[in-house]
């Protein structure tokens, strides 16, 4: 059984910092591309920024400079570190792994992050 569960968001003031984690299950983690994806209500969902397996890094020009990503073989856990976070920050926070070669996609439950005075 696959499960990719979130931790770590909630509220934080504008400016403020947040770590989300992702604890992942039931696959052979080091083989998968993982992935931040957040959902803005009203919105679409939106890629934030993904690590592949040999830990290359690439990041939505929205959150360039500010957000960082990584992961933890040994772990089995992706983690996204969220500086200067500002009010259109605020949405759910779902976790992504990607088998590139066969297809396969999961997804974790997601977790909110409010960015809020």
């Known amino acids: 059984q696959v499960q990719l569960v979130e931790s770590g968001g909630g509220l934080v003031q504008p400016g403020g910092s947040l770590r989300l984690s992702c604890a992942a299950s039931g696959i052979i983690f080091s083989m998968y591309r993982m992935d931040w994806y957040r959902q803005a209500p009203g919105k679409e969902r939106q890629l934030v920024a993904s690590v592949t397996n040999g830990g290359s890094t690439n990041y939505a020009e929205f959150v360039k400079g500010r957000f960082t990503i990584s992961r933890d073989n040994a772990k089995n856990m992706m983690f996204l570190q969220m500086n200067s976070l500002k009010p259109e920050d605020t949405a759910v926070y779902y976790c992504?792994?990607?088998?590139?070669?066969?297809?396969?996609?999961?997804w974790g439950k997601g977790i909110p992050v409010t960015v809020s005075s």
């Open positions: 992504n792994a990607r088998d590139v070669r066969y297809g396969a996609v999961f």
